[in-house]
């Protein structure tokens, strides 16, 4: 009988918060399980040992915005069979992607006493930007049930069930009744893409669109209704400008309230 | 003349991009650099501008391994930034949260990133293959510090309940009793942790740090007290940048601090532990002092040792709070934003985080400042590699090399916060 090897596992990262490769950490009941069935190949953050693709899934984390990454993430697709980006950063560009509405000189001269040390790009970019990607995970953080979903449906060969309906439908199931209405709590959940779990209205707070955008949102309505509710433009601009910041229909919704 | 170099490109079980290189020439080592080519992310940047309800959302984006200790420095600051002070039940919450975050991060860093090297494995996944029951032991009690913080936070990563006055929505009391037998088996569990720990060889190999911790009255310090140092500082957090700079050096993304009078100091569970001991509970000093560390310990290598006396303390005060829970009838404290600068310190797992921020009359951003503890730890970590390879130059270079990375190890050190970054290269000449 001939010994069948288990297929290779990488993570790598780019720039982020190390929260999304965590999730595969946090996976406490879950952790073992898996590397039974996959080999953890090249993933620093867990281990010294580096073991040469190609690699069956590799899992990206974080987003482009130096130069050297930007040549990095080619050189990783090449190596990788199905490539994944995890997280806000990799699927939008994440927070940092805030830079990309302002100069990043100027931003540098705030934090950097000598930015000629610092070599960075213009913009924050998410990696499909830079390559073809075989499936966005979203979330700031990822949901680690849904990052487990995916790797078991690749291993199998399914689609992978991670829905792509508005934090609405989830919110509903819950049976939570809704803040935007009950309570006129500005709420991102109808142009949000579910995978929470509803988890800020359940805890009587509006939900903040940290999954990113819903397929086909209609963010305008969403921002009248904001408005009727009395909230001044800037403050819709800033709900819309965050962890999904540069995902375009959040964009360009933030920068219809733009002064 | 025999001269060399080591180096390690991209270390491995740390949090973040970093790398390590030390020259050596003449059996001298002639320079000691953690490389942190973690790519900048300018959050004091765009933080001008927000509100200052933000902060603690925003914030929290610099770490995922330490994101309670991010809300819980930006959402003081804020509030002493307008003159609130949340008392009783809500702050007894967040001593609670942030007793999850400390078991949570000790736990993974003590087995996961930390212990492999003791026991001379690459990872704590084939350190699972010889001693199953120590990493499931490590997993429930990690798993136990990330359920509190998921039940506070609302989720582990990134908690969305936390906010400045208190919380979104607080727990019933029977939310938290569920907590009293996980949280007892987690006061066993660090015993137990205690005692493994003490058992792995550890280097001879002391330094003279200054260690710099919060200081509290009548407790361990988690969200307040006085800064305080081994060589006298005694100072609130608004005087910390007139004794602490940070200097903006070639080789690093991060930031590098220093205290203006002597240069590097050490930050993070050995600092809280020499400065602190009289404060731990007596489970926690008796089980540190039967593992042998006493009650002052200069040996980098044993802050694995007390990681886990730390984690037993953040069980036993879990507990605590626990059991003597009451529902507080509102869960937060109203606070109308004036035009203030503030500054505030928290321990997060791996030390000291000091925020400062400038907010206007609408609450809106003005100005902010974040020293995370990885940037206050970057200078002592160099001190410790310059001197570690001065005593074992015998070393192959692979085993010097793996020595190193141990060293930095030592301090758990995240890189992502503190750019808001790391690379090891042995150079022999």
Redesign the interface.
């Known amino acids: 009988m001939t010994k069948k090897t288990k297929p290779k596992l990488a993570v790598w990262?780019?720039?982020?918060?190390?929260?999304?490769?965590?999730?595969l950490?946090?996976c406490?009941?879950e952790?073992?399980a898996v590397?039974e069935v996959v080999e953890?190949a090249n993933f620093?953050?867990?281990?010294?040992?580096v073991i040469k693709g190609p690699y069956d899934i590799s899992l990206v984390e974080?987003s482009i915005?130096?130069p050297h990454?930007a040549e990095r993430i080619h050189k990783i697709r090449r190596t990788s069979k199905f490539l994944v980006s995890i997280g806000s950063c990799a699927t939008a560009g994440?927070?940092?992607a805030?830079?990309n509405f302002?100069n990043?000189k100027?931003?540098?001269n705030?934090?950097?006493?000598?930015p000629d040390?610092?070599e960075?790009l213009n913009k924050?970019t998410p990696i499909m930007d830079h390559i073809p990607v075989d499936f966005e995970l979203r979330g700031?953080?990822i949901n680690k049930y849904q990052l487990i979903e995916l790797i078991n449906a690749h291993l199998n060969g399914r689609k992978p069930n991670i829905p792509t309906y508005s934090t609405c439908i989830e919110c509903k199931r819950k049976g939570i009744v809704c803040v935007m209405v009950s309570k006129g709590i500005p709420c991102l959940g109808p142009v949000t893409q579910a995978g929470?779990g509803a988890?800020?209205p359940?805890?009587?707070?509006g939900c903040?669109g940290?999954f990113g955008p819903k397929e086909t949102p209609n963010t305008a309505s969403l921002g009248a209704i904001c408005q009727n509710m009395q909230m001044k433009d800037a403050?819709i601009m800033?709900a819309f400008r965050?962890?999904n910041a540069y995902a375009e229909p959040f964009r360009k919704a933030s920068e219809s309230y733009e002064k | 003349m025999k001269s060399k170099t080591i180096k390690v490109d991209y270390l491995a079980r740390v949090e973040g991009e970093g790398g390590l290189e030390v020259k050596i020439k003449d059996n001298e080592v002639t320079d000691a650099k953690l490389n942190i080519f973690e790519p900048p992310r300018f959050f004091e940047g765009f933080l001008r501008g927000r509100k200052f309800t933000e902060a603690p959302d925003i914030t929290a984006r610099i770490c995922g391994i330490c994101p309670v200790a991010y809300q819980m420095s930006s959402s003081h600051a804020m509030e002493s930034a307008c003159g609130v002070s949340v008392k009783g039940q809500l702050r007894q919450l967040r001593r609670l949260l942030y007793c999850g975050e400390w078991i949570e991060s000790h736990v993974l860093h003590i087995y996961m990133l930390h212990a492999p090297d003791f026991l001379g494995y690459q990872d704590a996944i084939q350190l699972a293959k010889d001693y199953p029951d120590v990493v499931n032991r490590a997993l429930k009690l990690k798993k136990l510090g990330n359920d509190i913080v998921a039940l506070i936070g609302g989720r582990e990563i990134h908690p969305i309940n936390p906010r400045v006055g208190g919380f979104y929505k607080v727990p019933g009391k029977e939310e938290l009793d569920k907590f009293v037998e996980p949280l007892k088996w987690g006061i066993e569990a660090s015993l137990e942790t205690i005692k493994l720990t003490a058992t792995f060889p550890f280097p001879d190999f002391e330094q003279d740090y200054e260690f710099v911790s919060l200081r509290h009255a009548d407790e361990y310090p988690l969200n307040e007290g006085r800064i305080v140092s081994s060589k006298g500082i005694d100072i609130e957090a608004k005087d910390f940048l007139d004794y602490f700079e940070e200097e903006h050096v070639q080789h690093s993304t991060s930031l590098q601090a220093k205290v203006k009078a002597r240069g590097h100091y050490l930050v993070g569970p050995m600092a809280r532990y020499n400065l602190n001991f009289d404060k731990l509970p007596e489970i926690a000093r008796q089980a540190a002092i039967e593992a042998g560390i006493g009650e002052e310990c200069r040996n980098p290598f044993k802050s694995i040792i007390v990681r886990a006396t730390e984690t037993l303390f953040a069980c036993h005060e879990a507990l605590q709070i626990v059991e003597n829970y009451d529902m507080p009838n509102r869960p937060y404290v109203e606070i109308e934003p004036r035009q203030a600068t503030a500054h505030w310190c928290t321990e997060a797992p791996r030390g000291l985080l000091y925020h400062r921020y400038s907010i206007d009359d609408n609450g809106i951003i003005k100005d902010a400042r974040i020293i995370p503890p990885t940037s206050q730890n970057q200078k002592a970590v160099e001190d410790d590699l310059r001197h570690l390879v001065g005593k074992n130059l015998d070393l192959s270079d692979e085993d010097l090399t793996w020595k190193c990375e141990q060293a930095v190890r030592n301090y758990d050190p995240c890189i992502s916060c503190s750019c808001h970054f790391l690379k090891l290269n042995i150079k022999r000449e």
């Open positions: 990262k780019f720039a982020s918060c190390d929260g999304c490769q965590l999730s950490l946090d406490e009941d952790l073992l590397t953890i620093p953050e867990a281990s010294r040992q974080g915005t130096t990454d994440g927070i940092q805030l830079r302002k990043v100027d931003f540098i705030v934090v950097y006493a000598n040390f610092i960075t924050s700031c953080p929470c988890l800020c359940s805890y009587n707070r903040y940290c403050d800033r965050n962890f």
